[in-house]
């Protein structure tokens, strides 16, 4: 167990619709990564939050956002879902700031699209 | 065109073995991540390297920053290691990802 929780563990909706994802870091950590790992895509960076600002983004689609709360823990919203947004969604969260310390990751949100 | 490369895609190995996954990349970097992503879908991360060598137990992560090459190493390898190992370039603001290769290793 890496002490990083991530909620719903399955979710299944139809095209059209918005979700939210949430994730509760581990104690005393203060960033938050989120990852997408799609079949064809493989894993990819999306956003990481630190300390509640937004740190550094990758390649993450105008239609999702994200936010980290003052208790830390982190919601990433998908919109207008297509059926290529189906994927498992990791978050991770860490320490520090920049991306070279050790990364816990949560179990995933597996998101089917229908 | 891929900022990451990985190989092999693919290894099986009989227990025992030594194995050697190679890691790639093109961009520069601040960090690169070894992770271990298992059957079931969870990810471990194994190893941050920004220079040199690091090593847990059996396995051993290196890097040459010159050549912009890094391997992970699964000495006496055992099949609970069977998984698919991913190596992740960061580059103080993007991550970059490899394929992965997925390990078997046969009792």
């Known amino acids: 167990d890496s002490g990083v929780t991530q909620t719903p563990k399955h979710l299944i909706t139809a095209t059209g619709q918005r979700v939210t994802l949430r994730c509760s870091p581990r104690?005393?950590?203060?960033?938050v990564y989120w990852y997408q790992q799609s079949l064809d895509q493989g894993l990819q960076f999306l956003i990481q939050y630190y300390n509640g600002e937004e740190r550094a983004k990758g390649n993450i689609l105008e239609r999702f956002s994200a936010q980290q709360f003052p208790d830390l823990h982190s919601e990433l919203n998908l919109s207008s879902l297509e059926l290529g947004d189906s994927a498992l969604y990791f978050c991770?969260?860490?320490?520090?700031?920049?991306?070279?310390?050790?990364?816990?990751f949560g179990p995933g949100t597996r998101l089917l699209v229908l | 065109k891929n900022e990451v490369e990985q190989s092999p895609q693919n290894l099986t190995a009989q227990e025992g073995e030594f194995i050697t996954i190679n890691c790639s990349y093109s961009?520069?970097?601040?960090?690169l991540h070894w992770l271990q992503q298992h059957p079931g879908g969870g990810i471990v991360s194994l190893f941050m390297?920004?220079?040199g060598k690091k090593k847990h137990g059996r396995l051993i992560a290196t890097i040459n920053i010159q050549e912009k090459h890094s391997s992970l190493h699964i000495t006496a390898s055992h099949p609970r290691d069977s998984a698919v190992y991913i190596c992740?370039?960061?580059?103080?603001?993007?991550?970059?990802f490899g394929t992965g290769t997925s390990l078997t290793v046969i009792p």
């Open positions: 390297l920004s220079s």
């Open positions: 991770a969260s860490s320490v520090g700031l920049a991306g070279q310390e050790t990364q816990y």
């Open positions: 992740a370039a960061f580059t103080g603001n993007q991550f970059y």
């Open positions: 104690s005393g950590d203060l960033s």
């Open positions: 961009v520069g970097i601040s960090a």
